[in-house]
């Protein structure tokens, strides 16, 4: 149906003026104004005429029958009684309210506790990780095996030696404490007692003659083994295994800084207040659960209301 | 209100189905015709008819007095946008069959008058298949202005009241609505030949 051309060309408020006309609504200002332009704009009067048609046509339209009665039988116009009364409905809400608050208040205590710990608890689970970490970085027992098999080999541990120190990576640093096995002047620093189990293996092995129980490297100069410790101070103070790593003493804190980076070693513990934080989360939680919960309530009582 | 009507509504509020059953014979016309109207066909109209008829039993307690009339057109009406809004989320139909009328059955209107000759009879129905066809292009707001005012003959407060707007607002959408039906019968002919040259005559 194309209806557009054959839209008039009446603005809203003359179509609304017309309308009213036609119902008798105008007031007699309005009236007494519309009339003198409707004798004097002929358009205007051919609308107005129109409109006045559609208007006696929709007036005339014959009344429909209905098909049937709509009259109600008892049984299906019985009032569905809700689920629950209005005072069982209050009490469940009361119920699940304490419900809620039960809840948040043990989640809260439980938050707090978890808070209180957590300074021991994240000592061992800190450690545990890396540990693990590090003994990806020093390889397969049977790689380090291998190597170790070549101590007896002087010739090849000297090459090693030359290029451990272009190396970086904690499987070639493992070689490179052989060389300085094979090489006393170089110097080298393993941490005491090291205290991962998954990793201990390999490492006294590696270096059986070397270590003194205290982990002081020996036939190393008092001045050298002086300025190595100041050298690697933050690395003693680390216990997880990063110490396990065998990484030979570098040549200065930038150097030290750089190489375990490149082990991907933490470079601080875990902090603290970690598991606090979740402590907040099911308040959070609960506080939407209850929003959405009253929003549905209002949305359905809306509805209702509307009849 | 009537006596009777205010009798019958008070017992229809303590639960009397029979009581609340005479108001549905004195109301189910003119609400089963808005719902065909607003809805174009026969079984929507039906059905909303009988959920407005069981809606408004179902709270007759919320009626506070004034006009039970306006309150029925109101419950029907919103009964009606219930169904349009399903259909939109719901379009089973397609827009053709949903434009459709059946107005032109037989059964659809009043007995026809003894004096009424057969072609009146049939101009009649067609005039009514090709109004409800206007009706049914309409933007709904429109239309259910159009309906209570032009058809069902309701003064703008009531309608007003019925729909939940302000007079202006019924005004306003009152006048488009005639405009655009009044467009719509001309641009498709819709509407019987007798009654376009009736129109073309009161143009002239």
Request: net charge negative; aromatic share 4%; proline share 8%.
């Amino acid at each position: 149906m194309t209806a557009n051309s054959f839209q008039s060309n009446l603005s809203d408020d003359d179509l609304l003026l017309l309308s009213s006309y036609i119902d008798d609504q105008l007031t007699p200002d309005e009236r007494n104004r519309l009339e003198q332009r409707l004798q004097a704009e002929p358009d205007l009067r051919a609308e107005l005429e129109e409109l006045r048609v559609a208007t006696m046509l929709l007036r005339d339209t014959p009344p429909l029958v209905p098909p049937r009665s709509f009259t109600l039988d008892p049984d299906q116009a019985r009032v569905r009684r809700p689920l629950l009364s209005g005072w069982l409905r209050l009490g469940s809400a009361l119920v699940a309210l304490m419900l809620a608050l039960t809840f948040t208040g043990v989640f809260i205590f439980y938050g707090q506790n978890m808070s209180g710990g957590s300074v021991a608890q994240m000592e061992e689970p800190a450690i545990a990780p890396r540990t693990f970490e590090a003994a990806e970085t020093v390889g397969p027992p049977g790689e380090q095996g291998a190597t170790l098999n070549a101590d007896a080999d002087a010739g090849a541990a000297e090459q090693a030696a030359d290029e451990a120190a272009t190396m970086s990576e904690a499987t070639e640093a493992v070689t490179e404490a052989e060389v300085a096995e094979a090489e006393p002047a170089e110097p080298v620093f393993v941490p005491p007692t090291p205290t991962a189990a998954p990793t201990q293996g390999a490492v006294p092995r590696a270096t059986p003659a070397l270590v003194e129980p205290d982990g002081v490297t020996l036939a190393v100069p008092e001045e050298e083994r002086t300025g190595d410790m100041q050298a690697t101070a933050p690395v003693p103070e680390a216990t997880g295994p990063e110490a396990l790593s065998l990484t030979p003493l570098p040549q200065s804190p930038e150097t030290l800084g750089s190489q375990t980076r490149d082990l991907g070693i933490p470079p601080a513990p875990a902090e603290p207040d970690a598991p606090g934080r979740p402590a907040g989360l099911p308040l959070v939680v609960i506080a939407l659960l209850l929003v959405m919960l009253l929003a549905g309530a209002w949305y359905v009582r809306q509805r209702r209301s509307r009849h | 209100m009537a006596d009777e009507e205010r009798h019958l509504i008070e017992a229809g509020q303590h639960g009397d189905v029979e009581a609340f059953n005479q108001l549905v014979r004195l109301y189910e016309g003119r609400v089963y015709n808005l719902c065909y109207r607003m809805l174009g066909d026969s079984d929507s109209a039906a059905d909303a008819s009988q959920e407005t008829f069981l809606s408004a039993f179902r709270n007759l307690r919320r009626f506070r007095g004034g006009s039970f009339r306006s309150w029925m057109l109101r419950i029907a009406t919103n009964t009606c946008y219930d169904i349009l809004r399903a259909r939109k989320r719901r379009p089973a139909i397609s827009l053709d069959a949903a434009l459709a009328t059946d107005d032109t059955s037989p059964h659809a209107f009043d007995p026809p008058d003894q004096h009424e000759s057969p072609a009146e009879v049939a101009l009649r129905r067609e005039l009514g298949a090709a109004i409800q066809q206007g009706l049914n292009h309409l933007p709904e707001d429109q239309r259910i202005t159009v309906i209570l005012c032009d058809i069902q003959g309701r003064p703008y407060d009531e309608i007003a009241r019925i729909t939940g707007t302000t007079l202006g607002t019924v005004k306003s959408r009152l006048s488009r609505g005639r405009a655009r039906l009044r467009d719509l019968l001309k641009a498709g002919e819709l509407l019987p030949a007798r009654y376009r040259h009736e129109g073309e005559n009161h143009g002239t």
